[in-house]
């Protein structure tokens, strides 16, 4: 672009433009300009020394880039700047004292850059400075207390550096602040009592420091406060029931402390709590029964104190509970039914206390659990049937009690990730879907393989008396032959090993490979693919290619490996870390299940369950793989997508925005079953507070919810959209672009709903498949919303799937699309389900 034809151009706005190279010099020659916004680019070199000639700019954004060097002093020559904008790019250095010029700048974002040094005195001179973020740099030394001049600021975030030294009193001067940010650094001593003069404040993020001392009394003044952290620090003493008067509170985390006694009954005034969390401290005493007051309770970790008795009956009351953590402690008595009116629970951990009795049957109501662990208590009877209707289990622990009889009657645990049934009291047939287990699961119990040619299981696999002696002498023989050939191997590859090892010690590379059986090497991935060899590559993603592998087990895996040019990409490096973080953490049926990885300078790589079908984009290109896919598949592709994308959104510790939900990224089994995969552009977002996050446009193209064209705000709604053009398009066997298009215009009544349906399948003719039908559709047009406000949350989604199918008054031929989104108008924000509308009712067939 030709900016000398410009001379007048007072707004430049060309973020996410994917430009490349250096800032070009022409725009310094912009006398007028006022708006200068370069953001979420891929723009390289330092930052133009003539950027101080702009002397009437006012905005300056310049994030989300890969600009290096220095913060150029004589930018404070921009006496108007209002905004200022440099986060996340390579800028490494200090803060020059010159930025004191700017009296008119209100925002300074810095963060996530290489920063370093101290605070400058002279940032007291900035009084108008409303947001003040430097976080996730090196900076270092004591917090001047020049800040406190800063009585406009409403956000100040300094986490994720080295700062030093006690909370600086300066700061109960900024009385308008909503937000302080301190985690993750080096501040020592007590929380000072004047932050109860900050009575604006909302969040107040602790974590991560060595703070000590106890809750401060005056904590009870900060009644608009929504967000405490205080975890991993040494806070010491009782909770002051000061705390209860924070009837704003969100959120409260007090974890990794030195806390004692009972929890302070004035915390039943805290009825917005989603998280309480208060594991590893030395609190006691039981729960008591005002818990039940938490109605909007989430997450709920108590693990690692020394908490006894029973568990309140009221607990089955906090409906919404996702998460509820209580092993290591001292709990003891029977489970009640009641906590199996959870309905909305994703983990339940009771490990290692004293709980006796029988596993209530009662558990098979509890249809979102993947994470159950009994282990190390004293329970005992049978293991209730109903375990095998848990269809979303993948985690069983029952390790370590009293549980008696068979295990046959469990013939859905085969699919499961983990189990361990260890050190009870079970006999009988361990049966054939459970052969592929590790037989440790089985230790310390009575039990045989079907083949009968194990006694017992107590540790090691005994075999029949009448075989054990000559097998013995045979595999004695064996050992001591095989030691004699293996010697020498072995001091042969001691020094290929020890080269490798040091070279990755040396490089600060991190390798982890774990598999099956816990014994695939890095050795075992390259001879599978004769060092990725183009013949093993079955297909190129995003950020790296595909290959397919047999390992020495004779086990099949995926590997995504990340090009050599592409590892050194910055961008890419952090796709493949995101991808890496985010599939280790999450846990649930239908995201593709991670074995293992490599971070190494020569080879990075990722190694997954291999999917046999490809993706979904490929399969419903293909005439017969799309015929393949009938009704019944398609709909239960589109069920376990939303049942995955709650999970991510409204059931993990931290709230995962995906951000490229496509067919693509759909991967089927020799079932026909779907799993999520690829998480190289996923972001966390903060809980609660996920309107602030912002990011350069990521996805792929067809599935970017529309507002993100003029907005960088991310969040949750991205990938209900995204979701629904993935419904909709496995529906009709293609992209909807057509429907899309009409959304954003009109629709015709004339456009009926089997028009649009995959005319490789026939019309459905069976009442149930047909209202299904009708619902995805329905669901799917309203996540499809241009307004994000206005479409539905995935956990609505996820629960209109699992709620009753009711009837509607009309053929299913006579329903139009127009129907079913003026149905939609109005319905899902309010938390009410499309099908209940009274407009669908009685059935009269397809």
């Known amino acids: 672009m030709n900016f000398s034809l410009l001379p007048n151009l007072a707004f430049l706005e060309l973020p996410e433009n994917f430009l490349t190279g250096i800032i070009p010099l022409q725009i310094c020659a912009l006398p007028k300009l006022m708006y200068l916004d370069l953001s979420n680019n891929n723009l390289t070199g330092e930052l133009p020394l003539c950027l101080q000639n702009l002397i009437l700019l006012e905005f300056l954004d310049i994030h989300l880039n890969q600009i290096v060097g220095y913060i ?46 101290s605070i400058p005195l002279e940032i007291g001179n900035l009084t108008d400075l409303a947001c ?10 004591f917090i001047p207390s020049e800040i406190g001049n800063l009585k406009s600021l409403i956000e100040l975030r300094l986490s994720s550096n080295f700062f030093i030294g006690p909370i600086p009193s300066s700061l109960a001067h900024l009385t308008s602040l909503r937000i302080l940010d301190l985690h993750d650094n080096f501040f020592v001593g007590p929380i000072p009592s004047y932050v109860a003069k900050l009575r604006n ?12 001392g106890s809750i401060p009394l005056e904590i009870g003044n900060l009644t608009d406060l929504a967000c405490l952290s205080m975890e991993d620090n040494t806070f010491s003493g009782f909770i002051r029931s000061e705390i209860g008067s924070l009837k704003s509170l969100i959120e409260l985390r007090l974890s990794s402390n030195f806390f004692v006694g009972p929890i302070p009954s004035s915390l039943a005034h805290l009825t917005s709590l989603r998280i309480l969390d208060l594991h590893d401290n030395f609190f006691v005493g039981p729960i008591l029964s005002y818990v039940a007051k938490f109605r909007n309770l989430t997450q709920l970790y108590l693990q690692g104190n020394s ?21 290591e402690n001292e709990f003891s008595g029977c489970i009640m039914s009641e906590i199996c009116n959870f309905h909305s629970l994703i983990e339940l951990r009771l490990s290692s206390n004293s709980f006796t009795g029988p596993i209530p049957s009662e558990i098979e109501g509890l249809k979102s659990l993947t994470h159950l662990d009994l282990s190390s208590n004293n329970f005992s009877g049978k293991i209730p049937h109903q375990l095998g209707s848990l269809v979303m289990l993948s985690y069983l622990n029952l390790r370590n009690n009293s549980l008696q009889g068979t295990v046959t009657q469990l013939n859905e645990l085969f699919r499961l990730n983990y189990i361990d049934l260890s050190s009870n009291h079970l006999t009988g047939e361990i049966p054939h879907y459970l052969a592929n287990v590790d037989y440790k699961a089985f230790y310390g119990n009575e039990l045989f393989f079907g083949n009968g040619t194990l006694e017992k299981i107590d540790g090691f696999k005994r075999m029949s008396r009448v075989m054990h002696m000559k097998i013995y002498i045979i595999l004695m023989a064996i050992a001591f032959i095989s030691f004699l050939v293996l010697g020498s191997c072995i001091i042969f590859r001691h020094r290929v090993k020890s080269m490798k090892s040091e070279t990755v010690e040396k490089n600060g590379d991190f390798l982890s490979i774990w598999n099956y059986d816990g014994r695939i090497a890095y050795e075992d991935i390259i001879n599978a693919t004769e060092d990725f060899d183009i013949k093993y590559c079955i297909g190129t993603g995003g950020y790296g290619s595909v290959y397919r592998a047999q390992l020495p087990n004779g086990k099949i895996v995926a590997l995504k490996k990340l090009h050599h040019l592409e590892a050194e990409d910055p961008s890419f490096d952090q796709s493949f870390r995101n991808e890496v973080k985010h599939l280790t953490e999450v846990r649930h049926r239908s995201i593709i299940k991670l074995h293992g990885f490599c971070l190494h300078r020569r080879c990075m790589f990722l190694v997954y369950e291999y999917m046999e079908r490809g993706s979904l984009f490929c399969a419903l290109r293909d005439d017969v793989e799309a015929m393949e896919l009938d009704w019944s598949k398609r709909l239960n592709i589109v069920w376990d997508m939303a049942h995955a994308l709650s999970y991510l959104h409204h059931d993990c510790a931290r709230p995962i925005v995906h951000r490229d939900i496509s067919s693509n990224n759909i991967l089927l089994d020799n079932k026909m079953q779907a799993f999520l995969s690829d998480f190289g552009m996923a972001r966390l977002l903060e809980p609660n507070f996920s309107s602030n996050l912002t990011a350069n446009i990521a996805g792929t193209h067809g599935y970017i919810a529309p507002e993100l064209a003029y907005t960088l705000v991310i969040n949750e709604k991205c990938d209900v959209y995204s979701f629904g053009v993935v419904a909709m398009e496995t529906i009709m066997g293609e992209h909807p672009s057509d429907i899309i298009l009409m959304l954003m215009t009109f629709f015709r009544e004339d456009i009926m709903l089997h028009q649009i349906l995959d005319p490789r399948l026939p019309i459905p003719r069976e009442n149930s498949v047909a209202r299904s039908i009708v619902l995805v559709v329905s669901l799917a047009l309203a996540c499809l919303s241009n307004d994000p406000k206005s479409r539905p949350a995935m956990k609505q989604v996820s629960e209109a799937f699992r709620a009753p199918k009711l009837a509607f008054p009309k053929p299913f031929r006579s329903i139009s699309l127009a129907q079913l989104q003026k149905n939609n108008q109005g319905v899902w924000w309010e938390g009410g389900s499309r099908e209940t509308s009274s407009s669908l009712q009685e059935e009269q067939g397809p």
Do not use: V
């Open 72 to 117: 150029p002093p004589k930018l404070g020559n921009l006496k108007r700047l209002i905004h200022l904008d440099l986060s996340f790019n390579l800028l490494c250095g200090t803060i020059p004292t010159t930025l004191a010029k700017l009296r008119n700048l209100m925002q300074l974002y810095l963060q996530g850059n290489s920063l370093n040094g």
């Open 132 to 141: 003040l973020s430097m976080e996730d740099n090196t900076f270092s030394g």
């Open 201 to 212: 404040l909302m969040q107040l993020y602790l974590q991560g420091n060595s703070l000590n």
């Open 307 to 327: 908490f006894n008795g029973s568990i309140a009956l009221e607990i089955g009351n906090l409906t919404n509970l996702a998460y509820l953590s209580l092993e």
